[in-house]
């Protein structure tokens, strides 16, 4: 058990520092990091992990950032599933009744006509061609395809979202 906890650690350092990072609501797009600002991020968390500051990470300062950071992880999940409760027990008598689950179980579509033609029409006339309607589809689609041969492996599908 001990032995997974050590594989599972580091992974879970890094769900809990995205998920603490990942804005609630989409935000607007952000430039990528730099290297450097990636380089400064990797040495905080480093720096958090090394609790006796000599530089390097034991087996135990391991396995005690893995156990914190399941445990945050944990409690951030409770705390949102209880958020998410709230807001779906409409007449807060504590239970959720058919109604209020079917209320909250609506497809809500976010996108609007206008977006859809704004990242669409690339020429900005005001309407989409085929050729725009396909454009980006088949750009990824030709990306992916490194052999250039009209058709997808799964090696290739397997490179592409890697590569994302």
């Known amino acids: 058990m001990y032995k997974s906890l050590l594989i599972a650690a580091p992974i879970a350092l890094a769900a809990v520092a995205a998920q603490a990072q990942a804005p609630a609501q989409p935000a607007a797009p952000q430039a990528p990091p730099s290297r450097a600002e990636v380089s400064q991020k990797l040495d905080e968390g480093f720096n958090r992990v090394d609790s006796n500051n000599d530089g390097f990470l034991s087996r135990e300062e391991i396995g005690a950032a893995g156990v914190k950071a399941i445990q945050q992880a944990q409690e951030n999940l409770e705390e949102r599933a209880q958020e998410e409760f709230k807001k779906l027990d409409t007449d807060k008598n504590g239970q959720l009744s058919l109604a209020e689950f079917r209320a909250a179980a609506k497809v809500n579509a976010k996108a609007t006509p206008d977006d859809a033609l704004q990242r669409l029409d ?7 061609s085929s050729a725009e309607f396909k454009a980006q589809t088949l750009a990824t689609y030709d990306q992916a395809d490194l052999n250039k041969d009209g058709k ?5 599908i397997a490179k592409a979202k890697a590569n994302r």
């Open 152 to 156: 997808l492996t799964a090696d290739e």
């Open 122 to 128: 690339s020429n900005k006339d005001g309407k989409v």
